[in-house]
């Protein structure tokens, strides 16, 4: 069935490091979305690209969404404190009812 | 805050026995989506429901069944428990029928003993 996976599993930097992590479809999605869930919360919507090639920035996030709408990519610039959680990509399915979660990046951010 | 209300915050209860999550979506949001994640793992669709008709099933056992009512509000049932079943089950609210942004719970912490 159509997956969605994602890497690295886990990610663990020093604080002032950029961090990427990637998201791959095995079928091309209509739209991408992406979570962050912070150790003991929810997850929380952070941005969705629906576009092929485009790139959003929220402050120091950039999302990139691939021009075969397969593949995605969050990358953080100068990571902190406050960015650590697991991160998730997630897109519809064919159908596009069902949404598939990619199995999260967890982010951890030495001080 | 996301909007979304999920009641109870915990649930502790023994094998065999019967529960029942409630969620209340956002103002507006007509669909709903239920997900289980266990412990340290990815988040798992169960079913989504659509101004109070099935719209997706994922992964839910057959022990477990859910419904939408008429004023949104959707009930997740969880009958003939297991240890396995013990998770974290989160509701989410969009205002479409077609997965785009989703709005979550907090989330319901079911503890099987």
Known sequence: GQQVMQIPQYQHVQEGEDF????????????????????GGHPVFLIQLVKSGEVKKQKRLTFQFGEAKKNS????????????????????NTGG??????????????? | DSGVTQTPKHLIT????????RCSPRSGDLSVYW?????????????????????????ILERFSAQQFPDLHSELNLSSLELGDSALYFCAS???????????????????T
Not at chain 2, 14 to 19: K, L, P
Not at chain 2, 102 to 112: A, D, I, K, N, W
């Open chain 2, 35 to 59: 997900y289980q994640q266990s412990l340290d793992q990815g988040l798992q669709f169960l079913i989504q429901y659509y101004n109070g008709e099935e719209r997706a099933k994922g992964n």
């Open chain 1, 20 to 39: 990427t992590t990637y998201c791959n479809s095995s079928t091309t999605l209509s739209n991408i979305q992406w979570y962050k869930q912070r150790p």
């Open chain 1, 73 to 92: 990519s969050l990358h953080i610039t100068a990571t902190q404190t406050t960015d650590v959680g697991t991160y998730f990509c997630a897109g519809p």
């Open chain 1, 97 to 111: 009812f069902k949404t598939i979660f990619g199995a999260g990046t967890r982010l951890f951010v030495k001080a």
């Open chain 2, 14 to 21: 023994a094998t065999g026995q019967r529960v029942t999550l």
């Open chain 2, 94 to 112: 969009s205002g479409g029928d077609i997965s785009y942004e989703q709005y979550f719970g907090p989330g319901t912490r079911l503890t099987v």
